[in-house]
Structure formats: C-alpha cells, structure tokens
C-alpha cells in the first residue's frame, strides 16, 4: 500500500543534527501519525514520503524553518524566582500561560539560568536554530479510519485514545 492522503504510516526514526551527533531515535514500535498535510508530522518528511511504501527508507534534511523554526532571541525573558517552585535549576522545563492569556497561549519555556532572585527564561524549542538529519524507515501504511480522518489524528491499536478536547466518545 502506497502513503497518500489519508493513510495512516508507521515509521523508525533516527534524528541527528547536521554534524551528525545524535538526538533522538524511536524506540519500540515507532512514530505514527496520519499522512495527508494534518500537521501531525513536519511537511517536508510527509512530502519525501508520499507515495512510497513500507521498507522506504530515506534521509531527509531539515532546516531550521522545516522544522523548530528559527532562533528568536526575543522569546528570552527574565522573571522573578519567586514565580517559581523552591526547586528548579538550569535545563528544567516549564509550561504557563502569559499574563492576560487563556489556556490557547500555553507556552513553553525553558530555564537556562538562575541568579539571585532571577531566573532567565528561554521560550524557543531546545531544537529552535537547528537543522536536522532525520533516517526514517517505513514500517507500516494503513489506511486511515473515518473517525481518524474526522479527529485529524491517529487512534490507538484498540480504536480508543484519551482526549480531552473531543466531545465524542469512542
Ligand atoms: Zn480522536
């Protein structure tokens, strides 16, 4: 079976960045997502994929913008330590929502320093700047159920997921 619009694609996948140094791979039974431009997986890996079948393997690049996007340095903030739990240290990641927003502007943020009564925010993706390597190897293509095709995403190995932004129960 070919991958085309509405297929549901299995795939392993090593990423590394441009020098090569490894990143992450998948473990187990891989990465799935449903083919077809949902934004469930990055456009330029699902474009490489189109029409292939299972066995295809492939190494594909990514630059910044395909990908985490461009480093903003305008996403770098200070805040009071005091905003934050006793516990924290550089490399921790936080979510919360900016003043004044609602739980659509959940952001991301990740601590890169503390000093004093400082800390000093990063809101980029830790992958933000980068160009990646990604190997990805096909190891199996479905096709989609109505109700993926309806969520816009890939249902578990028993037809049930939890989501909590559906209405419908499955
Ligand atoms: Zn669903």
């Known amino acids: 079976m070919?991958?085309?619009?509405?297929?549901?694609?299995?795939?392993?996948?090593?990423?590394?960045?441009a020098q090569n140094n490894p990143i992450e791979e998948t473990s187990g039974d891989g990465f799935t997502y449903l083919h077809g431009g949902y934004d469930d997986f990055f456009p330029k890996i699902e474009e490489a994929l189109e029409?292939?079948?299972v066995g295809f393997k492939s190494t594909i690049q990514l630059e910044p913008d395909d990908a985490f996007g461009e480093y903003d340095a305008e996403l770098v903030r200070v805040e009071d330590r005091s905003l934050f739990p006793k516990e924290i240290e550089p490399g921790m990641m936080f979510e919360g929502i900016p003043e004044g927003g609602?739980?659509?502007?959940v952001?991301?943020?990740?601590?890169?320093?503390?000093e004093g009564d400082k800390v000093v925010l990063d809101g980029n993706?830790?992958?933000?700047?980068?160009?990646?390597?990604?190997?990805?190897?096909?190891?199996?293509?479905?096709e989609a159920s109505e109700e993926e095709i309806e969520h816009q995403h890939v249902h578990g190995a028993d037809g049930h997921h939890d989501h909590d932004d559906h209405e419908t129960v499955h």
């Open 107 to 114: 952001e991301f943020f990740t601590i890169t320093d503390i």
């Open 2 to 17: 070919k991958i085309a619009k509405n297929t549901v694609v299995t795939l392993s996948m090593a990423v590394t960045d």
């Open 125 to 142: 993706h830790p992958l933000a700047g980068q160009a990646l390597r990604c190997t990805v190897t096909v190891t199996e293509v479905r």
């Open 102 to 105: 609602t739980e659509d502007d």
């Open 51 to 53: 029409g292939q079948e």
